[in-house]
């Protein structure tokens, strides 16, 4: 079985896959001040978890955002689960092309969304990932990996919020009753919910404008759902869609 991993900053994700088919898979809060050892173990209780054993892992692809936490990480597979994890990075194959200004400057998590929008689905694309930050990309109809913008995450602008604004509460992000809130919860519930929404709305007017009229919209990243749900603008919702794009790597450098 592969296992993948994807470090980002707010969650790390991973997915064990047999052959194409995903099986179990996990959605982690990132902690910056673990350890080998802690991760190490933390992978063998999920592999337990899911009824499996070291033995049964025959590669491990890995992606991060986090360059802190990606020696961490291999480190704990070495040791824990035996293997030398293939990280994404400069002279890996991906069999997409990457036209931006420095490709090495493009996330690993980004490239691998690209790598699978590019093979399930096709070009043009727009790849919206809501994460940490939230980040549109943009996939040509040839295939290739144009560029794109990145902007705050959701819960990052909710965080700002609270920690700048003296009156403002700390809150969850959830749909209001109504757009107008009447009560401060409501109220910053509608602007970051709805706001969000309306950025992605006019985000993909404009990047549509420049890829083409049948351009696909994909959402990723663990509040897809929540933004979908808004706005008819995402054509497919694909909360795995990174581990998708590394077990394409993978596959790849074999």
Known sequence: MLLTIDIGNTNLTLGLYNG???????????DHA????????????LLQNAGRTVAEVTGIVLASVVPQLTGRVVQACQEY?????????????????????DPRAVGADRVADAVAVVSLYGGPACVIDFGTATTFNAVTREGDYLGGAITAGVNLAAEALYTRAAKLPRMDLQRPPSVIGRNTVHAMQSGLLYGYVSMV???VTRF????????????????AEVI??????????????TLEGLR???????
């Open 34 to 45: 673990r350890m080998p050892d802690e991760y190490g173990l933390q992978f063998l209780g």
């Open 248 to 254: 394409i790597i993978w596959e790849l450098n074999q």
């Open 208 to 223: 549509r404008s420049e890829l083409g009229s049948d351009m696909k919209v994909v959402a990723t990243g663990g509040l």
């Open 20 to 30: 194409a088919e995903l099986g179990r898979h996990w959605r982690l809060a990132t």
């Open 81 to 101: 689960l035996k293997q030398e994890p293939l990280v994404v990075d400069t002279g890996v194959k991906t069999g997409i092309r990457i036209r931006y200004e």
């Open 228 to 241: 979908a749900k808004e706005t008819d603008v995402i054509d497919i919702i694909s909360p795995w869609l």
């Open 201 to 203: 709305e006019g985000m």
